[in-house]
Each structure stands twice: as C-alpha cells, then as structure tokens.
C-alpha cells in the first residue's frame, strides 16, 4: 500500500510539472558493483520551475540504514572505487536520506542550486552513520551558515551521472 501511494504521488507531481515551462530531464540511479557501474535502482528527475530546483529521488534495493546526498565534480565519479568517493565534493548540503525500509523516496527542494549547476557532475548516495531524527534540525540550521560537510561521506551506494547538455 505504501508502494501504491508513493507511486501515485510521484505520479501527481509529474504530471503537475509536466503541464508547465521547465527543464526537465530522467537520470538513471545506479548501484556501485566494485569498480563499476552496477544495475539501475532507481531515478532522479530534477526539475527546475522559476528559478527553485526540485529533485525526485528514488531508489529501490538498498541496505536499510540512513545515508547522505553528494554532488561530485564530474561525471566520472560514478567510474570510481566506492571507497575512494569523497574527494572530489563539491555540494553537502542535502538532507540525511531515510532508507530504513530499503528505499529512498524524497523531495529537493533548492533556490541555491540550479539544473546547469548538476550538468557534467554526478550525485551519489553515501552510507552514513548520521542519526536522522536527531541530526534532522542541527543540520538545516548549519546547511543554510557553512559549507562544511554534513557527515562524514561513507561507502557510495548508488550514483546518477547527469550529462552536459546536448546541444541541438
């Protein structure tokens, strides 16, 4: 049932999005499998409407547990080792992720970052040991005063590479 309402949520809000002028574009997530790029498990949708970023995260077949949002320099960081993930970071102010049933279902919302700013880089998840519910107001508060990073950026879980884009 709660599959079914996520679904149908996910649904209403992109048709919603799909009836106004916006970039709009489907990145596959992808698990990290050693080296490589695993299968896909879930998807990113960013979509950008009068200058607010809204990022649709979703991600199946994960180990449940919390975990945090990254955005990479490049694109190729979703090539590289898991363990070897965090020094190229160039975004940390995302919330702590809740996959304590095994998926991640949540919305971005930024007037910071802009869809150029994703373009030729890559978001990955990291396992975190950050605890959600106490760290959740903590972390707002220094997300919107410092750069620093949230928490400490575990293994990579999944990654989304977000290409240039195309010139027509």
């Known amino acids: 049932m709660k599959k079914l309402i996520y679904c149908l949520l996910f649904a209403q809000i992109l048709f919603y999005y799909g009836c106004s002028e916006r970039e709009q574009s ?5 698990a990290f499998d050693g080296n490589r790029r ?32 990254y955005l990479h320099e490049d694109a190729q960081s979703c090539r590289a080792p898991k363990e070897a993930l965090s020094g190229n970071i160039v975004k940390t102010q995302f919330p702590l992720l809740d996959g304590s049933d095994g998926t991640i279902r ?3 919302i930024s007037r910071d970052l802009k869809m150029q700013d994703l373009r030729g880089r890559s978001l990955i998840i990291h396992e975190t040991t950050e605890n959600i519910q106490a760290n959740a107001s903590s972390e707002q508060n220094s997300a919107k005063t410092s750069g ?12 989304v590479n977000i290409p240039h884009k195309k010139k027509r």
């Open 26 to 30: 489907e990145f596959p997530f992808y």
């Open 106 to 108: 949540v919305i971005i």
């Open 148 to 159: 620093d990073i949230l928490s400490p950026a575990g293994k990579g879980v999944a990654c």
């Open 38 to 69: 695993g299968k896909q498990i879930g998807l990113l949708i960013p979509v950008e409407n009068s200058g607010v970023l809204k990022m649709f995260v979703s991600v199946d077949k994960i180990k449940p547990g919390n975990y945090s949002l």
